[in-house]
């Protein structure tokens, strides 16, 4: 079992900056990647950024040179730095916790992003 706690969403205008945290606690040193989604009102939920296990970075093309995806492992904690924000990134981003080997994923609660025009 894992728990993932998001923190750090709230409003920003357009072009602004947010940081999320997403703090881990349990069963993490078998996870092989730790992932941002989000999901706006009435759409699906969408993978943003990933950082796997031994540090390899992936970013969804519409995030890509604005959002920056990282891990302390002393700290047990992800981040993703969302630089140039735009209106329609408003959205509730989650947390999530991959283990390959018997495909399980957990999730955090969510935070809720707003950015305003």
């Known amino acids: 079992q894992v728990q993932l706690v998001e923190s750090g969403g709230g409003l920003v205008q357009a072009g602004g900056s947010l940081r999320l945290s997403c703090a881990a606690s349990?069963?993490?040193?078998?996870?092989?990647?730790m992932n941002w989604y989000r999901q706006a009102p009435g759409k699906q939920r969408e993978v943003v950024a990933t950082?796997?296990?031994?540090?390899?970075?992936f970013y969804a093309d519409f995030v890509k040179g604005r959002f920056t995806i990282s891990r302390d492992n002393a700290k047990n904690t992800v981040y993703l730095q969302m630089n140039s924000l735009k209106p329609e990134e408003t959205a509730v981003y989650y947390c999530?916790?991959?283990?390959?080997?018997?495909?399980?994923?957990?999730w955090g609660q969510g935070t809720q992003v707003t950015v305003s025009s």
């Open positions: 349990g069963s993490i040193y078998s996870i092989s990647s």
């Open positions: 950082v796997t296990s031994n540090g390899n970075r």
């Open positions: 999530n916790a991959y283990y390959s080997g018997n495909s399980v994923s957990y």
